[in-house]
């Protein structure tokens, strides 16, 4: 599996952004996916995650209420609608992907297959 993520942008604060993260494959409706972030000089983050069927899906405090995650899985895309957005949510966005692995575990990087090459959400005061 390939994923391409895209999206990003330069946004003021209080503003949205949609990401896109579109995935090669034929096995795709069978990967929970999530989004992470990195902002310079720090580590990279949970963002959200959803689940394989789309029936469950996991946020971080910092972005519940603001960010909603979706999939089409006849488009093999995954979406991250970024409303409210605010200067510390600047960073490079990277979707992942995995599969056959335990709920519990979709904070964790380490336990994702696939990456992206990641986009960068830059908002402004």
């Known amino acids: 599996v390939q994923l391409q993520a895209s999206g990003g942008g330069l946004v003021q604060a209080g503003g949205s952004l949609r990401l896109s993260c579109a995935a090669s494959?034929?096995?795709?409706?069978?990967?929970?996916m999530a989004w992470f972030r990195q902002a310079p000089g720090k580590e990279r983050e949970f963002v959200v995650a959803?689940?394989?069927?789309?029936?469950?899906?996991y946020y971080a405090d910092s972005v519940k209420g603001r960010f909603t995650i979706s999939r089409d899985n006849a488009k093999n895309t995954v979406y991250l609608q970024m409303n409210s957005l605010k200067p510390e949510d600047t960073a490079v966005y990277y979707c992942?992907?995995?599969?056959?692995?335990?709920?519990?575990?979709?904070?964790?990087?380490?336990?994702?297959?696939?990456w992206g090459q990641g986009t960068q959400v830059t908002v402004s005061s």
């Open positions: 992942a992907g995995r599969i056959g692995k335990i709920l519990g575990t979709v904070r964790f990087a380490y336990t994702y297959d696939y």
């Open positions: 494959g034929r096995t795709f409706s069978r990967h929970d």
């Open positions: 959803i689940r394989s069927s789309g029936g469950y899906t």
